[in-house]
C-alpha cells in the first residue's frame, strides 16, 4: 500500500494584500520504504511541501491520504494520533530542548502519547532509540555537550522513539560538513533498508545521490520525479577516510621534506 498520497495539492499563502502560490497542483505518491530526495531552488515550495505531509499544515486544495486515510477528515485528537504514530521529523537545526539530556529530549515524543507507558518503558525506549543512531554512551550529555552530528543523531533518535512509518527530514545535513553529513546519510540508509520511509529535503546534488529517487520542485510544481541506483554513504565513507588519510599523508610527506632538505646555500 501507499504511504502517501497527495492529489492535486496547492497551497496559497496571504500575507496582507500579497498572495503567494507556494504549492500549484503537487501530485506525488509514495510507496513503503521508499527513500526520496527532495530538492529545488529556494522558495519552489518544499518546507511547505513537508510541513503538509507532516499534517503540521492543511493545503488550500487537494486530497492528502496517509496511510489510505483522507487526512481533511480528520478531527484534532485523531491527526495528532496519526502524526504521532506513523510521521517521525528531523530538521536542519536540530531543535533539541538545551539544558535537556539526550535521553530526555528522545522521550518526549512519547509523553504526548495517550497509551500509558511507565517511565521505565519511556526510559528503555529512549535509550532503544539512541543505541539504534550510535549514542548509547551519551545519554545524559546536552545538547551543548555533543558535536553536530551527535545533536542530529539526537533529533533522528527523537524521531524514531514513536517507531514511525515515515521519517521527514527538511535539510537533516545542511548544518554539518562533508564527513559527518555522510555518517548522517548512512545512518538514514540504514533506517531505510529496514523499512522506514523517507523523504528528505536536500540542496546539495551530492547528497541526492544517495537516494533512489529524486523529486524536483519548481515554482510549486514536480518538474521531475526519477528513480535511480543509488549511491552507499558507507561506500563513500570508506572511500573518503583512504583518500583523506592519503591526503594526510601527503600533505604530512610534504612538510617532513621541506623540513629534512637543507637550506640552500646563498652566495656560496
Ligand atoms: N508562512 C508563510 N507565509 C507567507 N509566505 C510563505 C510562508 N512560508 C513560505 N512562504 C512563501 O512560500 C514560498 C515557498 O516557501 P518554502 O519555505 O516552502 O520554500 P523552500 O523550497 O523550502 O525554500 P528554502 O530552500 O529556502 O528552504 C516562498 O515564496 C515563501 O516566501
Ligand atoms: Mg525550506
Known amino acids: 500500500m501507499d504511504v502517501l498520497e497527495l492529489k492535486g495539492i496547492e497551497r496559497t499563502y496571504r500575507t496582507g494584500a500579497v498572495e503567494v502560490k507556494a504549492l500549484r497542483g503537487v501530485d506525488l505518491t509514495v510507496g513503503e520504504a521508499e527513500f526520496l530526495a527532495i530538492m529545488g531552488p529556494s522558495g519552489s515550495g518544499k518546507s511547505t511541501l513537508m510541513n503538509i505531509l507532516g499534517c503540521l499544515d492543511s493545503p488550500t486544495a487537494g486530497q492528502y491520504l496517509l496511510n489510505g486515510q483522507d487526512v481533511a477528515t480528520l478531527n484534532r485528537g485523531q491527526l495528532a494520533r496519526i502524526r504521532n504514530e506513523t510521521l517521525g521529523f528531523v530538521f536542519q537545526a536540530f531543535h533539541l530542548l538545551p539544558r535537556t539530556t539526550a535521553s530526555e529530549n528522545v522521550e518526549l515524543p512519547l509523553l504526548y502519547r495517550d497509551e500509558q507507558l511507565s517511565w521505565k518503558e519511556i526510559r528503555d ?144
Open 125 to 268: 525506549r529512549a535509550r532503544e532509540a539512541l543505541g539504534i543512531v550510535g549514542l548509547g554512551d551519551r545519554l545524559d550529555h546536552t545538547p551543548t555537550e555533543l558535536s553536530g552530528g551527535q545533536k542530529q543523531r539526537v533529533a533522528i533518535a527523537r524521531a524514531l522513539v514513536t517507531k514511525p512509518r515515515v521519517l521527514l527530514a527538511d535539510e537533516p545535513t545542511g548544518n554539518l560538513d562533508t564527513r559527518t553529513s555522510l555518517e548522517i546519510i548512512e545512518l538514514i540508509q540504514r533506517l531505510n533498508d529496514e523499512g522506514l520511509t523517507i523523504l528528505m529535503v536536500t540542496h546539495e546534488p551530492e547528497i541526492a545521490r544517495f537516494a533512489e529517487r529524486v523529486v524536483i520542485l519548481r515554482d510549486g510544481l514536480i518538474r521531475s520525479d526519477r528513480r535511480r541506483t543509488p549511491l552507499r554513504a558507507a561506500d563513500s565513507l570508506a572511500d573518503w577516510s583512504e583518500e583523506s588519510e592519503d591526503a594526510m599523508d601527503e600533505a604530512l610527506g610534504d612538510r617532513m621534506e621541506t623540513e629534512t632538505t637543507p637550506p640552500l646555500e646563498v652566495g656560496r
